[in-house]
């Protein structure tokens, strides 16, 4: 069920991740790295197309419109309350089959739709609402001013949270290996079970890499998509950007 | 229910070693991340290393450096340190930004005014900069605070003693009642802190109190409306 033993020559905790994320035998077959990194992204996009299609209408409606704010802004924090790994055990037992996915993803899903809701629901509200006004007298209909107006207006918080819920999830896919999911959370918990400090140590090191990559390419991404004539908005929140709830 | 009663003395137990791990770092974070923001604050270069190095360790994610940290403290992997470490980084990394929001939006008047009169740098930042920074900070504060709560039940797929134990426990026995009740007591522990830290702050600002209208004012700043929804 686990990959070839790595056998040790080197001793001290960090020689041996070395010796564990360069031993060859590690980055082949179904169980290697480049394996667990694509069934970790996997999981990932899985839940964030999930809590887009969920957290992104709602939170248009609820900039647009001003309607249900408050309890849009309670209900995420109660969600951010929530512990993920608790929610993702009890979906678990509750499940049929206990190898099921979906338990994992909907447990993930509570944990992404709060950043996503938020982000959203900030960014457009926080447009200026002469900007707004402008618009509408203009001639332009409630459709245009919110997808011609607000959501590009808005992009950068919107991008903000939406940044936020990814580092959240990969950070948190690494769990779901306790329950018998793939992902790279695997390396830690079998190297954990047999006292394999080197593959821990190196499991450990693939998923920090992995999420520092993928923040940085979003990051990127973030600058590019707003537009430029929104040349650093001083001031404008960042909501609830950066905020480490859950792993 | 009844198990929560049966078992309650192992609830308190685990709920006591829970608070341990989530309060001490949100301790720690304060008295690091103050004077580096100072820091921060004071030189231009300095400030934006330590925000790009607290957001690139703020990337990692938290099971890996729980099980890292022992490699580099040397610590044994069910040592609480590697926890209290951890979500001692996370904080600082979060606080260090809020808190240089917060000094930066103190009113330079009032710096001047008690520069007039008499107080030296030292005596200035504590007395004028840091209490008029306190609705910021402890916004901040908030948000680790929940944060902490609940990041710290992952401990417990290394074994270590939290709340958390109840997920792994109840998952192995196939039993949800008891991750019942690790959920519903980490949200009471997430509540409860967050009281705790809504009454420090009323206690440590008593000119919001008397202030009769505008009680926000000082709170409006962009740092706390990046944090909606908190006060659950």
Known sequence: ???????????????????????????????????????????????????????????????????????????????RALPTLGIMTLFALMATSTLSLMPAIWSLVLLAVPPILTGTYAGISAVDPQIVDAARSMGMTGRQVLFRVEVPNGLAVILGGF??????????????????????????????????????????????????????????????????????????????ARTRIHP | ???????????????????????????????????????????????????????????????????????????????????????????????????????????????QSATAMGFRPLQRFLAVDLPLSVPVLFSGLRVISVSNISLVTVGALLGIPSLGFFFTDGLQRNFPTEIVVGIVGTLVLALLMDLVLVLLQRLLTPWLRTATPAPTAPTATPTTAAQPGVAA
């Open chain 1, 1 to 79: 069920m686990s990959l070839p033993a790595t056998t040790y020559t080197a001793t001290g905790p960090f020689a041996e991740g070395w010796q564990w994320l360069t031993d060859p035998a590690n980055w082949q077959g179904p169980m290697g790295i480049p394996v667990r990194i694509t069934e970790h992204l996997g999981y990932s996009a899985l839940t964030l197309l999930i809590s887009v299609a969920i957290a992104v209408p709602i939170g248009l409606y609820v900039g647009h419109t001003g309607r249900g704010r408050v309890v849009v802004v309670s209900l995420a924090g109660l969600l």
């Open chain 2, 1 to 111: 229910m009844q198990w929560f009663l049966a078992n309650l003395p192992q609830v308190l137990a685990l709920s006591g070693s829970h608070l341990v791990q989530a309060v001490v770092p949100l301790a720690l974070s304060v008295v690091i991340a103050v004077p580096l923001a100072q820091l921060a604050r004071l030189n231009k270069g300095l400030g934006a290393f330590i925000l790009s190095a607290g957001s690139l360790l703020y990337t990692v994610p938290s099971l890996a450096l729980f099980v890292i940290l022992p490699g580099i403290l040397g610590t044994k992997i069910l040592d609480f340190a590697n926890i209290i470490v951890a979500l001692t980084i996370y904080a600082v990394a979060l606080l260090v930004r809020s808190t240089l929001d917060a000094l930066n939006s103190v009113d330079d008047g009032v710096r």
């Open chain 1, 163 to 240: 940044r936020s819920a990814v580092l959240q999830v990969v950070a948190t896919v690494a769990v779901v290996a306790f329950i018998s999911l793939g992902g790279l959370g695997r390396f830690i918990i079998d190297g954990l079970a047999v006292q394999d400090y080197g593959q821990v140590l190196g499991g450990a090191v693939v998923i920090a890499c992995v999420a520092i990559a993928l923040d940085g390419v979003l990051a990127l991404l973030q600058r590019l998509a707003v537009s430029p004539g929104l040349k650093e908005p001083a001031g404008t929140p960042e909501p609830a």
